[in-house]
């Protein structure tokens, strides 16, 4: 069983910047894929970006490429998304996501979540 908890959320301005933390409990973090989902109000859930265990392979979404970047230090159990040039419609609930099932979709264990606001 794997806990997640992510935080670094909250309330920015456009075009500013963001970096998202999701802590990991357990020793075997170094072997799970990670992943980042957002979901908006009335909106389905949504993927952002996903990461290999080893770092070595990321996946985006197109929407959030050259905005995004997706992290791991595995030293410390966490992963992190680094948002950049927030937009107004970046505003969700974001959530990470362990130990992909199907790369880079889905995934067996999920956090609760930490909302990123973005006015404009």
């Known amino acids: 069983q794997v806990q997640l908890v992510e935080s670094g959320g909250g309330l920015v301005q456009a075009g500013g910047s963001l970096r998202l933390s999701c802590a990991a409990s357990?020793?075997?973090?170094?072997?799970?894929?990670m992943g980042w989902f957002r979901q908006a109000p009335g909106k389905e859930r949504e993927f952002v970006a996903a990461?290999?265990?080893?770092?070595?392979?990321?996946r985006y979404a197109d929407s959030m490429k050259g905005r995004f970047t997706i992290s791991r230090d595995n030293a410390k159990n966490t992963a992190y998304l680094q948002m950049n040039s927030l937009k107004p419609e970046d505003t969700a609930v974001y959530h990470c996501?362990?130990?992909?099932?199907?790369?880079?979709?889905?995934?067996?264990?999920w956090g609760q979540g930490t909302q990123v606001t973005v006015s404009s």
């Open positions: 357990g020793r075997t973090f170094s072997r799970y894929s």
């Open positions: 990461i290999a265990g080893s770092g070595g392979m990321t």
């Open positions: 996501a362990a130990n992909s099932t199907r790369w880079p979709y889905d995934y067996a264990y």
